[in-house]
């Protein structure tokens, strides 16, 4: 596979595999000289050196390898900076480690590094999210810390660079310059302050290698879980995963693949590869003790296609449950689950009611037959592999049926910009004492409705786009449509049902999702 | 709207309906902070969604006010603004309703 791979990676991963340093490890000195040569090179000529040592702007900003990768990316279309792929990656790795942010400044904000398509990015409060986040998300600047003088500064270089904006909606009905420029500013720093103490700490720490065996484990929304093992080891300034997968959805299924990544700041890892033949992009968070990372990859060109994922270093791992094939059963139903983890040799057992055999047992996976008694309460089970422990419900019938997401959008795709799908999954809940008990995501079969009158007179659901039955909505093609009243694009508002099966009878969940229009600014960071 | 009036009609009661700090809005704010990752919420119209949480109130089609939207920079942080920061995003593709399908992605692919 690794022949061909200089055929298809392009952008950040083009400047993480054409890079030519030396043999470098997270916090090393030969990477931090030439970094900081490079920066000197290419910005000194426009950031004046200050007294401290540092840049002026440079040095008072803290941001993600993606948050540079975009300032970079405006120093050259909007300034006139001009700087070769490789150069470009090591100065991004630089700075991320000079002017990063620690594990914890980021955490709240993954999901748009993820990519996540169907995330709701919710503000502070009202006035940052009408000052801010009606254009962009509000992850945008909480990934960002500055200096108060620098936050000023940004609030300057924004009506400068979109002078309309104070006239638009949410702006207008506000003194927004006067506004940003004496107050917003200052309650930036106070959020999202330069100086911090975690993150001085987290410059200052070892950081941890990936290197070794991890037990995977994770999910992909509408196809179930995945499981397996994942081999690290170094390559170069790189990282090279090999992975050895199984498709718990469809069993005997297997996903392999592997990829090359680098690892920013410390624990920001980022990855481009393979799975199954499809070139895939990695965003995950090692832990700051290095033992568990974290995140989801997703295909290269359909970001909303992908998986969460899970990987757990198994070498001195705890006995522990990380995922299972399913998480429920019905009263007086038998079934085959399978739990997977590490460390699972020990005596299986369960709460009383449940009947337990054991099918096969590994350190890795353990396959019990399951029976749930006829007469038990229905309620959440306790299964114990010697430490290990995890919960099976048992149900007897189901009372509520939650779509997620509950609401959403999609965007329809053509010309140059491809398509943003919706995944759907049904989450079936049933009544307990001290509220409902989520007893798990089941298979459903899927239908689309017209959310409201106007979307009916406009034959929505007939434009709109599909849902398959595995509860992924396809927008249709872009563009105007002669065929719809004013040539209208394919755009609609749409209740999504999601129907499931219990016994004889049948519990639906809904959702809304919106059908609309592409868009042609695409950022790592929206 | 407090310090600004629309001449139309359609933007006043747009404006009525879309997010206003000085109370009158309060229905539409909630739709407002469910504002999906990346979606605008400059709700005259929007761009995704309208100010009613719907689509029903967007320009139809798209296309038909595209460079209304570019030239003045409405949604910058979706479509490129020709106005400062990608003058030539719309160059030679006079027609957005028959030439949509050349416009570019302004962030290089990653």
Not at chain 1, 51 to 74: A, N, Q
Not at chain 1, 191 to 200: E, S
Request: aromatic content about 10%; charged content about 25%.
């Amino acid at each position: 596979m690794s022949g061909k791979r200089g055929l298809f990676v392009s952008g950040l991963t083009l400047f993480i595999l054409s890079a030519v340093l030396t043999s470098v490890s997270a916090n090393d000195s030969t990477g931090d000289f030439k970094g900081k040569a490079l920066v000197n090179d290419y910005c000194a000529a426009c950031h004046e050196q200050t007294d401290k040592g540092g840049l002026t702007r440079i040095s008072d900003v803290r941001k993600t390898p993606e948050g540079w990768d975009m300032t970079i990316f405006r120093m050259e279309h909007l300034h006139g900076l001009a700087v070769d792929s490789d150069d470009r990656f090591a100065i991004i790795k630089y700075l991320s480690a000079e002017n990063g942010l620690s594990p914890k400044e980021s955490a709240p904000f993954r999901y748009v590094l993820e990519q996540r398509a169907h995330f709701v990015d919710t503000a502070p409060n009202d006035d940052l999210d009408a000052l801010c986040g009606r254009c962009h998300t509000n992850a945008r600047y909480g990934l960002q810390r500055r200096t108060a003088e620098d936050w000023l500064k940004h609030m300057h270089f924004h009506v400068g660079q979109y002078p309309s904006l104070e006239y638009q909606a949410r702006a207008r009905d506000r003194f927004w310059w006067q506004e940003v420029t004496s107050k917003t500013y200052k309650e930036l720093a106070e959020l999202y302050p330069f100086q911090n103490a975690d993150w001085d700490q987290w410059k200052a720490a070892a950081y941890k290698s990936p290197v070794g065996l991890w037990r995977v484990t994770g999910h992909r929304p509408g196809q179930g879980g995945y499981e397996g093992i994942m081999i690290v080891s170094r390559d170069g300034d790189f990282y090279k995963a090999e992975y050895d997968l199984n498709d718990m959805g469809q069993k005997g299924k297997s996903i392999t693949g592997n990829s090359k990544s680098v690892i920013y700041t410390g624990y920001e890892w980022r990855g481009s590869g393979i799975l199954n033949g499809t070139e895939t992009r990695e965003v995950y968070a090692l832990s700051e003790d290095g033992n568990r990372m974290t995140g989801r990859w997703h295909d290269a060109i359909y970001y909303d296609i992908g998986g969460e994922f899970q990987a757990v270093r198994m070498d001195g791992a705890e006995t522990q449950v990380l995922t299972q094939s399913s998480d429920y059963l019905r009263q007086g139903e038998t079934k085959q689950i399978i739990l997977h983890g590490t460390g699972l040799t020990g005596k299986a057992s369960a709460d009383k009611g449940l009947g337990l055999s054991i099918v096969h047992q590994d350190s890795n996976s353990v396959t019990l037959q399951i029976t749930a008694g006829r007469n038990i309460a229905p309620g959440s089970y306790r299964v114990t592999v010697g430490q290990a422990e995890t919960a099976i419900v048992v149900y007897d019938k189901i009372d509520r049926v939650k779509i997620m997401p509950e609401w959403t959008i999609a965007r329809l795709g053509g010309g140059n910009t491809p398509p943003v799908s919706a995944q759907f999954e049904a989450t079936a809940y049933m009544k307990g004492k001290d509220g409902d008990i989520k007893i798990g995501i089941m298979p459903a079969l899927w239908l689309v409705a017209p959310f409201n009158a106007d979307a009916e007179q406009m034959k929505d659901v007939d434009f709109a786009g599909r849902i398959d039955q595995s509860g992924r909505f396809m927008p249709a093609a872009a563009g105007p449509n002669p065929d719809r009243k004013y040539s209208t694009n394919n755009a609609g508002n749409l209740t999504i049902i999601g129907r499931v099966k219990d016994g004889d009878h049948q519990v639906s969940g809904k959702a809304q999702l919106i059908v609309t229009v592409q868009r042609w600014n695409l950022p790592p960071i929206r | 709207m407090k310090y600004l009036k629309p001449m139309n009609l359609k933007a006043q009661a747009l404006n009525r309906a879309s997010f206003s700090s000085s109370g009158d809005g309060a229905k539409m704010e909630v739709v407002a902070m469910q504002t999906v990752a990346g979606c605008a919420s400059t709700m005259d119209p929007g761009w995704e969604v309208d100010a009613f949480g719907g689509i029903a109130a967007l320009c139809q089609p798209m296309e038909a006010d595209l460079y209304g939207c570019s030239d003045p920079c409405w949604w910058p942080a979706q479509v490129p603004d020709v106005m400062n920061s990608y003058p030539d995003w719309d160059m030679d593709k006079p027609n957005a309703g028959a030439d949509w399908r050349q416009l570019n992605n302004v962030f290089p692919k990653r």
